[in-house]
C-alpha cells in the first residue's frame, strides 16, 4: 500500500512531463536505457503494438492513436496487430481486463497479476514483461481494469514520450526522439473523481464559427478532436455544445456514436433533462413531435414524451446497455432561465420521480442502475437548502457563483450513494458582465475552490465551463490534473504546475521564464475581466498644463507593456515550429490585453482632455484608433496561424459593452479631436506614485505575516500569487470545522501607528462563499490582546442578493476580485501594535491587510505585484 501511494504523489510530476522523473517510475518513459528497459522507440523504429480485434472500439481507437503517436516522436510508422503470431521482437499489448484471452494467458501463467486494479473505475496497470510468448521478446502490458483505464494508461504514455495533449489543439510541438525507453517493473494508477471533464458553452460565435469554417458544423469530424482532447486530459465527461441551433445527438447523430465508440460519456448541461438538447424541444415543435410550454405545470405529457425520446435514442444502441451517459435530471424554465417563483419544491420532486419512471420504463432496469445527476444550480440550490428531496442515488452537483466562488458543499449524508460533485466556470454569460473572450482564471483561485471541495466530500463529479475550450488550455490542463488526483495536488505541486506545464509545452530551457509569464499574465487578468474594463475603470492621477499623472491606470498600463516586452523578448529565442502553439498560449493574451488596457486608457485621457479644449487630447485620440486597429490586427494573425486553421477561433467581440450583453460588433470608445489655435503642448507623464506608502498607513501583503500561530490540527500556508498582488494565506487543510478565539488559530501583523486615533484595519480576501449554507463568513480581529471583533462577511452572490446593496457587494467583489472588510479600533496609542486575524470560519483566503489612524486611499486595493 506504502508503495502505490508513493507512486500516486509522483503521477503529476511524470503527466507533467519530465524525463528526469518519469525515469525515477517503474514502467515509465525514460530517454536513457536502464537494466530491463522497454525499448519502445529503438533506433527510430517504434515497437509493434498489438490489440484484439475484439477490443472494445475505445482501445482500437487509442492503439490508432498510439501509433501515430509513435510515429510523430519517431518520424517512423508503427505497425499495428491483432495477431500475436503476426508479432516478434518488441511489443506494446493494449487490453481490458476480464475482456482478453491475452491477458488471461498471462495471468494464467504467472507473468501477469491484475488483482489490485480488476473491478477498479478506470484503473490501469503498466507492465514490462520479458518473454510472454515465442518469438516476442519483450512485453509492455498496459492493462485497463475497464476500457477506459486502458485508454489512460495508454495516453499517458503519449504525454511521457512528449505528446501533449494539445499537440492539435494549440499546436505543442513534439520532439524527436530516436531512443523512447520504458523503465522496467510496473506501475499503477486510478483516478480520485468519478466523472472529470469540461463544458462547451456560450460558443457562438468563436467555436461555431470555426466549427462550421473548418467542419461543417458541429459534427462527428469536429468532435473527434474533442473527445481525444478530453481522453488524453485523462478526462470521461462531456457537456456538448448546446446553445441555440445546437443539438449534439439530433444535429448529427454519428455524434453520440463517436463519443461511446471512444471511451466518452455524454451528459446535458444542468438545464436540459434526459439527454435532450433545450434546442430540441422547439425544434420539434416545428416538426408536430411536441408542443406547447416548456411548463410541467401546464404541460407535463408532451414533456414527458419529450424525455422519454431522449432515453429511447440513448438505448437505441442495441445492446441492452445504450450509449453510455450520465443523464440529467430536473428543470429549469425556458431557455436556461429560473422557473416561476411560485414554483413549488414538491413540483420539482415531481418531476425528478417522473423522469425517474421514464428511465425505468425504457431501460427496463430500476432507475438507480444509470447514472443521474441533478445539478442545483442558481435557484435550485435555494430549493435544495430549503428541503427538496433529492434520491440517494442521483448525484448532487453544486455549483460557483459562476465567478468562481464556490456556493455550497455537503455538510450531511456524505455517504449517499450517489455522491457529490461541483459544476465550476471559466467563462460565464450574465451579471455584471459576460466574459468570454479570453483566458481570466487564475489556476490558484481553481485550486484552493477545488481542493476545498475535495475535502468536503465531492468526489463524484468535477465539471467545468470552459466555453470555447480555447483559450483556457492552461487552466484547464490544471483542472484536469487535479481532478484526476486532487491528494497528489499538493500545494507544493501547485506551486510547481507553472514550470512544469511550460515545460512540457515547450522544453526545459525556456521554461522558467514562460512560467512567469502566463502566471503573471494569469494574475493581471483576473484582477479584472476585460469586459469590464473602460476609460472609467480605473484612477486616471491629475492633470496640470505641464504634466499628467497617470494614477493607477498608467501604473497597470506600464505592467502589462513591460509583461508584452519580455514576453517578445523571449520569442526571439524560440524555434520556428515553436512559436504557433507561443501566440496561441502566450504571445496572443499577453499582448491582446497589453493592448486593450493602453486603448482604454486612451480614451480616458482623450475624455479628460478634450473636455478642457486641450489640444492633447488629440494624441490620445490617434492612440485609441491605433490600439483599435491593432486589437484587429492581433486577431487576423491569430486566424492566420497554420494557413488558417483557428480562423474563427478569436472571433469574440470583447470592445464596446454597454450592459451585461456582449455588442453585436466592435465599436471603438468615442474619441473628440480639439481643433483650437494654441499651440501643441507636449506629452509629459510625471512619476507616479500609486502603491507606495503614505505616512502612518500600514500596507502588509497577506504572506507577509509576523507570526502565524497553528493549532487544532490547522497550519496557515500560503498560496503564491493568489489575488491581486504577491499571494494568499489560508488555514490548510481546508474543510474543517470552525473554530473559536480560545482555538487560538491566528495570524499576526506587527505595525508601527505614528499618531495615537482611532486606528482603520481592513482587510482584503479573496472573495469566497460560506459552502456550508451559512449566510455569512467570519473571521476575528484583534489588536494586541483586546478584545476580537467578530467580522461576518454576508457576501451573497448575485441570484441570492436579497437587497440592492448585496448586489453591489457581489458586483464589486467580482469585478475587482478582491473583498474589502473594515474595523475600527478606538483610541489606540502611537508606538508599535500586532493586528491578529483569527480563523472562524473555513474559507477564509487573506490577500492584503491596510491599516492606519488617517483615511485610506482606496488605491491601497494593489495593483503591484511581486515577481
Known sequence: MYYFLRVSLTVISISLFSFAQACEVPASVCLQKHKGSFELIKAGQPATIFVEKQANSALQHVAQSFAQDLALVSSKKSKTVHDLNEANGRVVIIAEAGQSKIIDLLVTQGKLNIDDITGKWEAYKRVVIDSPFAGITQALVVVGADRRGAVFGTYELSEQMGVS????????????????????????????????GFFINDEAPSFTTWSYKHFGGLNAKMYTHVFELLLRLKGNYLWPAMWPPKAFNDDDPNNMKLADAMGVVMGTSHHEPLSRAHHEWHRNQDKGITGGKWDYASNAKNLREFWRGGIERMMSKGDGQGYESLITVGMRGDGDEAMHEDTATQLLETIVADQRKIIAQVTEKSAEKTPQVWALYKEVQDYYDHGMQVPDDVTLLFADDNWGQIRRLPTTNLERSGGFGVYYHFDYVGVPRNYKWLNTVQIEKTWQQMDLAYKRGAHNIWIVNVGDIKPVEYPLSAFMAQAWNPEAMTLDKLHAYPKDWAQAAFGTKHADKIAMLITRYSQYAARRKPELIDANSFNLGESTADSLDGGEFAKLVHQWQELEQEMLMLKESLSEPQLPAYYQLVEYPIAALSNLYALYYAAAWNNRLAATNDSRANFFADQVESTFARDQQLTDTYHGLLNGKWD???????????????????????????????????????????????????????????????????????????GRTKGAVTAFPQGQEPTNKDDAVRLEYDIIVEQTGDLSVQVFLVPTLNTTGQATLRFGLSVDDGPMQVVADKLLPAPNATTLQEQRDWNEAVKTNARMLQRVFVDVPKGQHTIKLWRLDDNVVVQKIVASTSPIPLSYLGASVSK
Open 165 to 196: 495533449p494539445w499537440y492539435w489543439f494549440a499546436d505543442v510541438p513534439i520532439e524527436h526522439q530516436n531512443d523512447v525507453y520504458v523503465n522496467a517493473g510496473e506501475y499503477q494508477d486510478a483516478p480520485k473523481v468519478q466523472y472529470r
Open 648 to 722: 474563427g477561433m478569436m472571433a469574440q467581440a470583447h470592445i464596446g459593452y454597454t450592459s451585461w450583453q456582449q455588442p453585436d460588433e466592435q465599436v471603438m470608445p468615442a474619441i473628440t479631436r480639439v481643433i483650437n489655435d494654441k499651440p501643441s503642448k507636449p506629452i509629459q507623464f510625471t512619476e507616479q506614485n500609486t502603491g507606495k506608502l503614505q505616512p502612518n498607513i500600514s500596507a502588509i501583503e497577506g504572506p507577509d505575516f509576523s507570526r502565524a500561530v497553528n493549532n487544532k490540527g490547522l497550519t496557515w500556508k500560503v498560496i503564491n500569487h493568489l
